[in-house]
């Protein structure tokens, strides 16, 4: 079943010998988002809280495995996670950060998450952003609720929220299939999916395969490129990523295939080294 493959956490998500740091934390969603916030700051709205980054903090941003974070979050602070740590002494990184260590507090707990890869529509007027967000098994309601954990009274304000981080609306966080769908029925403009200047069709391709990996418990860098990613539209293969698209909007329905392509398609899986697209460098994972 769907639920217990995201229930316990493995891989990206294990703490290993940082585990008893969950220890005597919170088990509800909200309560573990505001953990969460209280350890990390955005990389990209850290002058938003009235901060200027230093080079090593920028480097932190690069850290994959939560394992890896503990380490750097207890080397700034070595108090309980539940203490909210000053605004200048938070390990750094980016909507993913938020969004794995937020899981992998669930998971400790035993409750099913998963992160998912995606797009705001709630940061930039009329675009839909590079994003990640919590999914997680609401057992009261029975279904899957998305979960900003980034967005802290700070970022609601500085953005406008007008829903509720803790069950963030579909059609406020559009998973890459949902997008990808979207815009091969011309219902959606590719130009609009992206981030900075890189936006477009194989950008939401990119993303596809970030989600796909995520959902089979490999949550890599927003910027990790490897197999068939690529930085124009020319050459993608549709027929693939409407293939993923289809697997990943309803990843429950298709648990056991989507798992059996990911480990299958050497243009998916995530290989030893990846790409590191913002340090311009290969990287060992």
């Known amino acids: 079943m769907s639920l217990d493959f995201y229930r316990q956490p493995v891989d990206m998500t294990d703490p290993a010998e940082q585990a008893s740091l969950f220890d005597g934390l919170p088990r509800e969603p909200a309560a573990l988002a ?52 000053p605004v200048g002494e938070r390990q750094v990184g980016v909507c993913r950060h938020f969004t794995l260590l937020h899981v992998a507090l669930l998971r400790h707990h035993g409750v099913p998450a998963r992160a998912r890869c995606g797009f705001g529509a709630y940061f930039e007027a009329g675009r839909f952003v590079d994003h990640w967000v919590t999914e ?90 490897w197999g068939a990613m690529q930085l124009a539209d020319d050459g993608l293969d549709l027929a693939l990523f409407d293939r993923l698209a289809a697997l990943t909007r309803d990843p429950d329905a298709h648990l056991d295939e989507l798992r059996a392509l990911y480990a299958s398609d050497e243009r998916l899986i995530v290989p030893a080294t990846v790409f590191n697209a913002v340090l311009n460098r290969p990287e060992s994972v």
């Open 136 to 225: 997680y098994w609401n057992e009261a309601l029975g279904r899957w609720l998305l979960v900003d954990a980034q967005l802290d009274a700070r970022q609601r304000a500085l953005f406008n929220i007008g829903f509720d981080p803790l069950d963030v609306p579909r059609d406020q966080f559009v998973v890459a299939g949902d997008a990808w769908r979207l815009c091969r029925d011309g219902k959606a403009d590719p130009e609009a999916f992206g981030i900075l200047d890189m936006h477009g069709l194989w950008f939401i391709a990119g993303n596809l395969i970030r989600d796909l990996a995520a959902l089979n418990n490999r949550e890599m860098l927003p910027w990790d490129v």
């Open 34 to 85: 505001t953990v969460v916030q209280g350890l990390l700051m955005h990389e990209h709205i850290a002058p938003a809280y009235g901060l200027t980054l230093s080079a090593a903090q920028h480097g932190e941003a690069h850290v994959r495995a939560v394992d890896r974070m503990l380490d750097g979050i207890v080397a700034h602070d070595p108090r309980p996670l539940g203490e909210a740590r």
